[in-house]
Structures are given as structure tokens and as C-alpha cells.
């Protein structure tokens, strides 16, 4: 499988010592020792985040790389997992703390970007609206009381100051899943480079960075779903391959997380931050290029909230992000609208 950074971090030692389990080191094994492919380059995948990942890089000393990796997805798991009940994030929320480190704190800078290019569409305080929807683990809400859950929601009804959180109400809650998978893979990135490698390509859960150059001295080659009913694996039904390097990738989509409610209507869990309102449209998965791949995955989620012809317009205006967006032709196929100057990068 041959599958960047304003906001990458690269971690130079990761301090808090942790166990790493028994599947964890049995990963280790297999992906330092028995999953080398050839004398510089080398494979290390797994599960991690509730996803796969999957990490190709040419390295000159492989001694702790994998290790390092693991450590890292812990860290970040603690800071951000939303499944996790005693994770900073939740304790955030649940205002029993108001610190945060620097993992939080570089999410909700990235995701204020993609918040003030969208005019608050996409908006990670839109945790109690997602919530009423029921998607976050909780049953959904047969009509959600909408405004009276907005009045919690608003990028600029959170700040972080000195580290700590400052909200502008105690009822305000903050959902990071459009951002912060993008972003670890950008530190995991940052972690190669640390490691000597000039040449990586970094995946997990289909949110890519890459640098350099593949095994055959090209660009590398990733691929984008067909965003279909039942396409539950990610790569397991391509529309279409992108190969590019330097940049960072991820695919945002409707077609896996939605359910059908009990007055037969389509329930997506894309919501618009500014009306609280979920509903389908036509643009049926949106895959970006960006400088980073924290960007890609925010972006992403924006120009799903957005629909396609706003999110066209946007990218004719921003050539430094490159949008792939796939949408129903209205005859039961699928077509697409990229942004200019992409042909060369499109594969089949």
C-alpha cells in the first residue's frame, strides 16, 4: 500500500513513561522486525485510535521508532479520546479541570481556521447539538430542542489563555473528532523526521502525510472511497487515486455514520454549527489536500457542513487547498468537481 505542516508538531521525547500492553508489543515485533520489506524502508501497522494504521518510512536506524509510535498514540488518546471517560478532554467538559496541553490546545487552533473561513459552519462546540442527534454514544433525540442547545455553541465562546480553557459559559462542550486524528498523524509525521527519515508516509484510519518518495523514487499513491452505502473498509472500493507528496490528506463523508429515524428521514452526523440542523445533500464525500494533514481533516468536515457549491467556490479561491468532492448526479451515479489543476495527480 503506498498510500503536511503549519501546525505539525514534533515531539522530542515523549515524557510520561507508560505500559505499553501485550497486543501493543506483539505489534512492535511484527512491524520492526518480521514486516521489514527491503534494507531502507520499513513497515510498521496496527490498530490504534479505534482505527488502523499503517506507517511506511525509510530510516537509517530503526531501533525505538515503534516504540515511540506507541507512546505517542497513548499520550494522545489520553488527552483526546472521546471514549474515554477519564480523558482530558472529557474532564474538560465536564468542567473538573480547566488545563490543557498542548495536544487540545494545537487542535482548537487548527480547527479555528477552518471555523472563521466557514463563517462558524464547522464549529467544535457543536458537541451538544451532535449529542441530541445521538452521535456520540448517546440515544438521539426525537426532535432536539435546537435552540436552546445553541446558545452553548460558537468558536468564539472559547479561548485558550495561559493553558487553560476560558468558556465563555460552563455549559460549553468541545468535540475534536474532525481534527484531531489529522492532527496525530502530523505529529506521528513530525516523529519520522525526528527519527532520521526524509521519505514516510503516514496513515491512520484513512488520514494521510506524507514526504519524500516512495520504494520506486515517485510520488506516493493514495486512494479515495467510493463514498457508497455499505463501504464500511476504508480502501476496499476505490472511486479514484491521488499521488502527490509534501502534503496532508483526509476524506470526509455521510455515507458511513448516519442512520434513518423513525419518520423514515436521513439523519447524517455533519451538522451546520450555525442552525444545529443535520441534513443530507448531494455532496457525498469531500477529500482535501492541505499543508497539513490537521487542516485536510478539518477542511474536510467543513465542506461536507458547507455542500458542494459553496465548497467549490471556496477552493477556486484557495489554491493552496486542493478539494476532490464527489457528489449524486441526481440519476443514481456519482460525479465529481476538483480543484483546478489537480488533472495531473488523478489517477484512475
Not at 487548527?110 to 467544535?124: F, L, M, N
Request: with cysteine.
Amino acid at each position: 500500500m503506498d498510500k503536511s505542516n503549519r501546525h505539525a508538531a514534533r515531539p522530542s521525547g515523549l515524557r510520561r513513561a507508560a505500559s505499553i500492553a501485550a497486543v501493543a508489543a506483539a505489534l512492535t515485533a511484527a512491524g520492526c522486525a518480521d514486516r521489514v520489506k527491503e534494507p531502507q524502508y520499513h513497515v510498521y501497522d496496527g490498530f490504534a485510535l479505534g482505527t488502523t494504521f499503517h506507517i511506511i518510512a525509510s530510516l537509517p536506524d530503526t531501533a525505538g521508532w515503534c516504540g515511540a509510535v506507541d507512546r505517542l498514540f497513548e499520550e494522545t488518546s489520553a488527552s483526546m479520546s472521546v471514549y474515554d471517560p477519564g480523558s482530558l478532554l472529557n474532564r474538560l467538559n465536564r468542567n473538573e479541570t480547566d488545563s490543557v496541553d498542548r495536544y487540545i490546545a494545537d487542535c482548537i487552533a487548527v480547527a479555528r481556521i477552518a471555523s472563521e473561513a466557514s463563517g462558524g459552519v464547522y464549529d467544535i462546540t457543536v458537541k451538544p447539538i451532535t449529542e441530541a442527534w445521538g452521535f456520540t454514544g448517546h440515544d438521539p433525540q426525537q426532535k432536539p430542542r435546537l435552540d436552546s442547545l445553541l446558545q452553548y455553541v460558537g468558536y468564539e465562546k472559547i479561548r485558550v489563555e495561559d493553558g487553560r480553557l476560558v468558556k465563555a459559559d460552563p455549559g460549553i462542550q468541545i468535540e475534536l473528532n474532525s481534527v484531531a486524528k489529522g492532527y496525530i498523524v502530523d505529529l506521528l509525521g513530525g516523529l519520522m523526521e525526528g527519527f532520521g527519515s526524509a521519505d514516510y508516509i503516514v496513515e491512520v484510519g484513512g488520514e494521510v502525510v506524507c514526504r519524500g518518495r516512495n520504494r520506486q523514487g515517485r510520488d506516493w499513491v493514495i486512494g479515495i472511497d467510493t463514498p457508497q452505502e455499505g463501504n464500511m473498509i476504508p480502501g476496499h472500493n476505490r472511486h479514484s487515486t491521488l499521488s502527490f507528496t509534501d502534503r496532508g490528506f483526509a476524506t470526509s463523508g455521510n455515507y458511513r455514520k448516519f442512520y434513518t429515524d423513525a419518520e423514515g428521514n436521513r439523519v447524517v452526523h455533519t451538522v451546520n454549527a450555525l442552525t444545529g440542523e443535520s441534513r443530507p445533500s448531494n455532496l457525498l464525500s469531500a477529500s482535501v489536500l492541505a499543508p497539513t494533514c490537521a487542516l485536510a481533516d478539518a477542511y474536510g468536515t467543513m465542506f461536507m457542513a458547507l455542500g458542494l457549491e459553496a465548497s467549490a467556490a471556496y477552493l477556486e479561491g484557495h489554491p493552496d487547498i486542493l478539494g476532490y468532492l464527489i457528489y449524486d448526479d441526481g440519476q443514481g451515479g456519482y460525479a465529481v468537481w476538483h480543484s483546478p489543476g489537480m488533472e495531473h495527480i488523478i489517477g484512475e
